[in-house]
């Protein structure tokens, strides 16, 4: 206030001077004015000497400049009017008319619907007014007159207000409004400047903002993108874990259900032969041995596939031509088919020799034979079919195997396909989609591990509808595959012509007596020993050993492939027969066994441990 009084002089005052001197003072007002306002860089100060000029015009008490707010202004106050700035007003009424609805009572108000000025000569007799809150604030301030000039645009668009009030009625004079109008022309042009400058403003926080945002991302980037992959990583391995122990789950609860089966056949078997032979029936024994033999049979079956899904089942590795193994098959697998079914068997020529467990690979082909023929129940073809791939790093990669040679061989069918749900469990133990008691779930589980074992891979395609192919890859051997090996378990048991003699060391004192009566009825002589100690002691002796059979898992500090090497020191002829569960298969490192050295795999027919004990003997 007191700024502008020094800057208007009061002889300048209206009413003080003639009518020719008033104009000349009016021209020199409004000069004084303007020079005043230009000068002003303070936004607020500004606003502060519009209105105090609008007040020293009109001789008013009070004076208000608004800004009218965007449709799209931040607070929610779209279409009301802003309070920049008050004079005279007190602290009360400034809250009052901070903003101002358009729906509000006022001279402001007024003028935002006409689009035009607005005189309120006097509050107390505008009919509209009477009986509203705005008449009580008006009351309340001591304003009883106003009017209100728009602030327009140079384009034409309202931009705010500006309002002067008496504290009584009142209607302002020509002159007044004259000026005014000139002093609403200036200042709209400056606030249309601020408001101008204002958002620009805010554009270069806004930018200064983001710069500043951008720059801090990037220096946090690569922590970011470190924690990220560390939680996807968690994240992945909860997935994996829980898949885990769904898996084991499953695994245990499917191994559980098919033990407890056999096993009742077993022990009830055993329980009706003790009573049979108990009532003197001897005849009927026969009958229930058949079905625990066969029972442990199927147990038996059961820990081998399962060991082979684990990759723990003890390998004998032999080169091996896959096709003539394949040829071999195709009669058993036409056969096990069925009429309705066509098998076609497509070898390639050249084929590379396989480094195979040649029963477990006839067995995964079977297997691989079963599923197809249950997936054509209305007949269809199978193909067998072996390739050589030279697979390179990338081919190699997608399959998980290291680059290199393989061969492959596929069996194909032309049945029902699997959905990739299916798909996606074939080779977890116990999965299966066939009826209870129809399929185990364990052929491809046993194919998988069985295929990894051998340093190989299983693939399968299959499109639901036309059928499947799966393949298995198998590392390229690179010395010439023998052409006639004999299977030992074709070999008849013939008894101990010599009167040999057998060290056995297992153990398990029931084992250990099954064998030894096993071994002794077949006419050898045999030396027990129960730990690799007692073993070693009867190999330093001077006591005729022509083979040592031994369990591997022993104790006394060796194990059975230790005791034989130290055997083998002490007597370079020495020959050992391995008999062995699964856990110490990898004490022979990948099946690789030194000359003289042989495996037999628990559980076994007693006759096959004849034929082999035979067959060392010969050698
Ligand atoms: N050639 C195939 N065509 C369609 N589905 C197949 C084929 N081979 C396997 N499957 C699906 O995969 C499942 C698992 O096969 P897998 O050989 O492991 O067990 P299984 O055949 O059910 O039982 P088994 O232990 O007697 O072999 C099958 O139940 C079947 O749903
Ligand atoms: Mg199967």
Redesign the pocket.
């Known amino acids: 206030m007191t700024g502008l009084y020094a800057a208007f002089p009061p002889d300048l005052a209206p009413g003080n001077v003639s009518a020719a001197q008033t104009a000349l003072s009016d021209i020199e007002l409004l000069h004084s004015i303007s020079v005043s306002l230009i000068g002003e860089q303070d936004r607020e100060a500004l606003y502060g000497k519009i209105v105090d000029a609008a007040v020293f015009i009109t001789g008013s008490q009070f004076g208000t400049m608004q800004l009218l707010c965007t449709p799209e202004h931040g607070a929610g106050h779209g279409g009301e009017l802003q309070l920049l700035y008050a004079h005279g007003l007190p602290a009360e009424a400034v809250g009052f008319w901070h903003y101002v609805s358009p729906a509000a009572y006022s001279s402001c108000t007024l003028a935002l619907k006409l689009g035009q000025r607005a005189i309120i000569p006097d509050f107390e007799q505008w009919a509209d007014i009477a009986g509203t809150e705005d008449l009580l604030a008006f009351r309340r301030t001591g304003i009883r007159s106003a009017q209100t000039t728009p602030l327009m645009s140079r384009d034409g668009h309202l931009l705010g207000m500006i309002s002067t009030h008496w504290n009584k009625p009142h209607h302002p004079s020509e002159r007044d409004l004259r000026l005014l109008d000139i002093l609403a022309r200036q200042a709209a042009d400056l606030l249309e400047r601020t408001i101008a400058e204002e958002a620009l403003r805010e554009v270069e926080e806004q930018q200064r903002q983001t710069a500043a945002r951008l720059r801090e991302l990037n220096e946090t980037l690569e922590q970011r993108v470190a924690e990220r992959t560390a939680e996807l990583m968690q994240a992945e391995e909860k997935l994996r874990q829980s898949q885990k122990m769904e898996a084991v789950g499953q695994l245990t609860g499917g191994l559980a259900h098919d033990f407890n089966n056999l096993l009742t056949s077993i022990s009830g078997a055993l329980e009706l032969m003790n009573r049979r032979i108990g009532q003197g029936r001897l005849s009927e024994v026969d009958r229930y041995m058949v079905a625990a033999q066969s029972a442990a049979k199927r147990a038996a079956s059961l820990t081998h596939r399962l060991l082979a899904f684990s990759r723990r089942q003890t390998l004998e590795p032999h080169a091996t031509n896959v096709n003539t193994l394949m040829y071999g098959m195709a009669e058993l697998i036409q056969r096990t088919a069925g009429p309705g079914i066509v098998v076609e068997t497509l070898g390639s020529s050249e084929l590379w020799p396989a480094f195979v467990d040649k029963s477990q690979l006839e067995n995964a082909l079977l297997?691989l034979c079963?599923?197809?023929r249950?997936?054509m129940p209305d007949g269809g073809r199978i193909t067998l079919e072996t390739t050589n791939q030279w697979m390179n790093r990338e081919a190699a990669r997608g399959i998980d195997l290291p680059e290199g040679d393989y061969l492959c061989v596929s069996v194909r069918?032309t049945?029902?396909?699997?959905s990739p749900d299916?798909m996606a469990h074939?080779f977890e133990p116990f999965?299966?989609?066939?009826p209870i008691g129809q399929?185990?779930?364990?052929?491809?589980?046993m194919i998988y591990g069985f295929a990894q074992q051998s340093g190989g891979q299983v693939q399968i395609q299959?499109t639901v509808g036309e059928g499947?192919q799966?393949s298995i890859y198998l590392p390229r051997h690179h010395v010439e595959a023998s052409q006639d090996e004999h299977d030992p378990a074709d070999e008849s048991v013939a008894a101990s012509q010599l009167g040999e003699t057998l060290l056995l060391v297992d153990d398990e004192p029931t084992v250990r007596m099954l064998l030894a009566d096993v071994l002794g009825e077949l006419g050898y002589t045999v030396i027990e020993a129960a730990d690799s100690v007692a073993g070693l002691k009867l190999l330093r002796s001077d006591v005729h050993i022509d083979l040592l059979v031994t369990d591997v898992g022993l104790p006394g500090g060796m194990n059975g492939r230790q005791l034989a090497e130290a055997g083998l020191q002490l007597r370079p002829q020495l020959k050992t027969l391995f008999i062995t569960g699964y856990a110490e298969s990898a004490v022979f490192g990948g099946g690789q066994l030194e000359d003289g050295m042989h495996v037999l795999t628990k559980p076994f027919a007693v006759d096959a441990l004849g034929g082999r004990v035979r067959e060392l003997l010969a050698k």
């Open positions: 297997n079963l599923n197809a249950d997936a069918d049945g029902t396909g699997m299916v074939v999965f299966t989609t066939k399929g185990t779930g364990l052929g491809l589980s299959s499947t799966v």
